[in-house]
Structure formats: C-alpha cells, structure tokens
C-alpha cells in the first residue's frame, strides 16, 4: 500500500505538556509529554524493542516538562532538561499520530470479497517472488488485503514445502506435523477421506487457531479435488446486512468446538464465530460445523445462538460467495485460515491419486515478516495494527 499522504513536518511548536505537528498535507497531530518520554529510546533510557529498559514509568515525571523542541532533518529533537534529548523520526510520528483518523488507518480492514474474485485470482509465480523483493512484499500485501495467494510453479518436491512457506515465517508444528492429506484407508480426520469437504476453518478448537495455511499440491486428481473456498469478512458482511441480531449473537455468545485425538489428546475451546476490533471491524471467523460441541451459555440464549448458527450455515452451504478452484500439480494456495473458510470437492482415489501436503504459519510470524519489509523501505505501515485475526 503507498503513502497516500506525507511523512514531511511542516511545522512543530511545543509547549511543556507536550508537541504539535502540522504536516505537509494539512493534517495535525499531538503528542503528550508524558507519551513522548514513555517512548524515548536514547542510550540513557533504552528501548522497548529489545526489552531492555533502564528506567521505570514510576520512576518518571506524571507531567513531565518539554523544555525545547527543534525539527531536524526528518526528525524532531526534545530538549528534556538536565541534558537528556530524545530524537523521533518524523515517518514514526507519523505512523504513531494518535487522531482518531490515523488511529483508524492503521487499523485497516480488509476488503471482502465473493464469487466476483473467482474472475481475478491472485496468482503469482513463485520464482518471482522467491527472488524479487518487491514481489515478495505483494505477495505478502495481497495475503493480508485478501486472505489468499496462489503460488504458481512451485517445486513438487516433498521437502520442499517448509522452503516455500518460509516466504511467510517460521513453521508453527502441531501434532499434524506437516501434514499429508492424502485418501487413506484408515483415516483418523476427514481430510484423509475422499469426501466432499464443507467450508470450515482448520483447527477451531485450539485457543489460537493456525494462522496462514499452505496447500502444496504434488500431485492432483484428474476426476474431482477441486479446492472451495469464501471469505468470512464477506460472510459477515452478508449475515449484519440480513440478519443483524444473528451476527450480533454471534459474535457475542461463544460458540465450542472440540476434538480427541487417538493419540490420547483432547482439546475443548469455546470462542465467537466473529472476531472483532476495537473499531466493531470483523477480523476473524472460527468455524467448523462437523466439529461444534454442545454449546455452554445461559439457558435463555440457547435457542438464539442454534437460530443464528442456523442462518449462518444455510448461507454458507447455499454456495453463495463461493469460488472453486482446480489447484494443478506445482500449485500451492496460501491463505488466512482465520479468515478464509475452505474446502474440497470429493474425488475418486480408484482412478487417480491426490496427493497435498500442508503446513501452517502463525499470525505473528506473518506480521513481522510484513513489518520487516515496510520498515526496510521506511513506511509508516511497519505500525499498522495489523488484524488480530479470530480471537477466544
């Protein structure tokens, strides 16, 4: 995303409680004293990113004193007192304005999306964005901005699936491991079947979801296998403008998803199907009907939550914002699972073979990696609050 506005100071004036910027494209911001001591970062105080702080908020001033402040180049400087200067980078000030409006920027929502994106998929070639810089932080923008990119000319071999989905951040291994879904005779989770697969989210019923989910296709069924799947944000979107108090329920009510494994593990998480933001944006959705357990609530909300749920999953098996696609032998889809719901058609395992390895990344990982590539090229966007996803 480019700057849509200026990092350039205009002008700065100062008072003891505090600074104020006006910037080249008009707009103005304030910076309390005390926040702006809070965040100083010289060699005498230390810093926040690297956890080492020397002094303590209680041992600071409540209303601390600004005795000057001057604009550098790209930079404002604070005279404290007692020889102690704090330099601000203008791009950081920006980045961390405290309006309302740049509060809200920062906290971009995501665009959905419905069948209309099966007209322009996001494909990108993987040697491209393996080795191009700037490539890779489109791929990593249109991951965050749509919840899915599709990796073309992918190497099929097996070991190389952690190479490619470290494009995104360091694995995230649950007892899945790399997992291969393939049809199996004695299969432990419906993915090992060749079943038709209902949209649902992976892994519900952990307290912090997998984030982003690779699909590494090495081989594909000729007949059948294709890939389903929305965009929860669009879900959302659909159920608020139809059924408002069924979204409201729930995004309120938690619902339970559970799951025992063979291996002797058992997991129980209760958490609402919507995630929100402290803006009502809805940034996550956790769903997994063939999963749901009983739901815990006060009796007086039973049945609203079981009317809601009703509403929702009629919606999502209606097909409606539904896109199929044919993922291809050297393919690998890339996508939110907190946000993307996905599924599969079935297949004949008889006439073909289908063969997909997958893997997951964290939200965190994904973050940084974005955070990493803004703040190389000195964007204000390395502050974003990047979306918290689906949240218990």
Not at 53 to 71: D, F, M, N
Not at 196 to 219: K, N
Request: with cysteine.
């Amino acid at each position: 995303m480019a700057d849509s506005f200026s990092c350039d100071i205009k002008n700065l004036v100062h008072d003891e409680a505090g600074i104020r910027i006006t910037w080249r494209d008009g707009h103005r911001s304030r910076f309390p004293s005390i926040w702006l001591l809070h965040a100083c970062s010289c060699e005498s105080c230390g810093t926040s990113e690297t956890g080492v702080r020397h002094v303590r908020l209680t041992e600071q001033p409540r209303q601390p004193k600004i005795h000057g402040a001057i604009l550098c180049i790209n930079s404002v400087r604070i005279d404290w007192g007692g020889n102690h200067f704090s330099h601000f980078d203008s791009t950081w000030l920006r980045g961390h304005c405290l309006s309302e409006a740049e509060r809200k920027r920062r906290s971009r929502a995501p665009v959905p999306w419905g069948e209309e994106l099966a007209d322009n998929l996001p494909y990108m070639d993987y040697s491209v964005v393996s080795a191009d810089p700037e490539a890779h932080l489109e791929f990593l923008e249109t991951l965050r901005d749509k919840g899915v990119v599709f990796l073309r000319d992918v190497p099929v071999e097996r070991e190389r699936t952690e190479e490619i989905a470290g494009l995104v951040g360091t694995l995230r291994i649950t007892n899945y491991g790399i997992f291969e879904l393939e049809a199996k005779p004695n299969p432990e989770i419906v993915g090992d079947m060749a079943v038709p697969l209902a949209l649902h989210s992976d892994e519900p019923y952990r307290i912090e979801m997998p984030g982003i989910t690779f699909f590494h296709v090495i081989r594909q069924s000729e007949f059948g296998g294709d890939s389903t799947m929305a965009d929860g944000i669009w879900l959302a979107k659909i159920l608020k403008e139809r059924d408002p108090d069924a979204f409201e329920v729930l995004a309120t009510i938690p619902a339970r998803h559970n799951r025992t494994l063979a291996e002797g593990r058992t997991f129980d998480v209760q958490a609402p199907v919507f995630s929100r933001d402290r803006f009502g944006q809805v940034t996550g959705i956790r769903i997994n009907d063939r999963g749901m357990a009983p739901i815990d609530c006060p009796l007086d909300r039973v049945e609203s939550f079981y009317d809601a749920l009703r509403t929702l999953l009629k919606l999502i098996y209606s097909g409606e914002g539904r896109v199929t696609v044919k993922l291809r032998q050297g393919e690998m889809m890339v996508f939110n699972n907190q946000r993307l719901l996905h599924g599969r058609e079935g297949f004949d395992p008889r006439r073909s073979h289908r063969h997909v390895r997958s893997c997951h990344v964290d939200l965190d990982e994904f973050h940084s990696r974005l955070r990493t590539a803004y703040r190389e090229r000195n964007r204000w966007e390395a502050w974003m609050n990047m979306t918290s996803g689906a949240r218990t």
